[in-house]
């Protein structure tokens, strides 16, 4: 999974990564949005994008925000 969107999303859900995402892989899951895991083509354009900094590599994630990876693919069903 190239990128995953964490908490500070939640409640935020500001459409800018939609936007500059080149394969359209980022959707709405309710109280925030989600990268498709299987879909995702790690350009990282997304990044630089999100105003509330919550788009970073699997690897890059912050300490106690790993569940999101989880949350990803279960709501993909990856």
Same mark, same amino acid.
């Given at each position: 999974?190239?990128?995953?969107?964490?908490? +500070?999303?939640?409640?935020?859900?500001?459409? =800018? !990564?939609?936007?500059? #995402? @080149? /394969?359209?892989? $980022?959707?709405?899951?309710? *109280?925030?949005?989600?990268?498709? +895991?299987?879909?995702?083509?790690?350009?990282? =354009? !997304?990044?630089?994008? #999100? @105003? /509330?900094?919550? $788009?970073?590599?699997?690897? *890059?994630?912050?300490?106690?925000?790993?569940?999101?990876?989880?949350?990803?693919?279960?709501?993909?069903?990856?």
């Amino acid at each position: 999974m190239p990128h995953i969107i964490v908490s +500070p999303c939640i409640g935020t859900k500001d459409q =800018a !990564c939609t936007e500059v #995402c @080149p /394969v359209e892989c $980022i959707y709405d899951a309710g *109280d925030q949005f989600l990268i498709h +895991p299987d879909e995702c083509i790690d350009c990282g =354009a !997304c990044v630089p994008a #999100c @105003p /509330v900094n919550a $788009i970073f590599p699997e690897e *890059d994630i912050p300490g106690g925000e790993e569940s999101f990876i989880e949350k990803a693919k279960v709501h993909f069903g990856v």
